[in-house]
């Protein structure tokens, strides 16, 4: 059964980090694109970063470009979402997705999510 689990949300003030991480079981990690999506109360929801398989191609939503970096341990099966300096407008819940051998993420499988709150 394929298990996509975040970690790492919670309340941070605007200016300050998260690191979300995206633990996966399942299914062959390798393989897999890992890619982040979030939704905010009211707003479609957004695809913000993805990191491929091949070759570890990284994917940035303009909103996020420069601030946040993601990353993967293919030892540990887990997917990091290094997020700094945050601001109000990150505040959403944010989801984990996985994609088989893919250039880009579009969420075939989702994780529950995990909520990010930014106060200004």
């Known amino acids: 059964e394929v298990q996509l689990v975040e970690s790492g949300g919670g309340l941070v003030q605007a200016g300050g980090s998260l690191r979300l991480s995206c633990a996966a079981s399942?299914?062959?990690?390798?393989?897999?694109?890992i890619g982040w999506f979030r939704q905010a109360p009211g707003k479609e929801r957004e695809g913000i970063s993805c990191i491929s398989n091949l070759h570890d191609a990284t994917y940035y939503s303009d909103s996020v470009k420069g601030r946040f970096t993601i990353s993967r341990d293919n030892s540990k099966n887990t997917v990091y979402l290094q997020m700094n300096n945050l601001q109000p407008e990150d505040t959403a819940i944010y989801y984990c997705t996985a994609d088989y051998q893919a250039l880009y993420c579009s969420g075939h499988y989702w994780g529950q999510g995990t909520q990010v709150t930014v106060s200004s």
């Open positions: 399942g299914f062959i990690f390798d393989d897999y694109a």
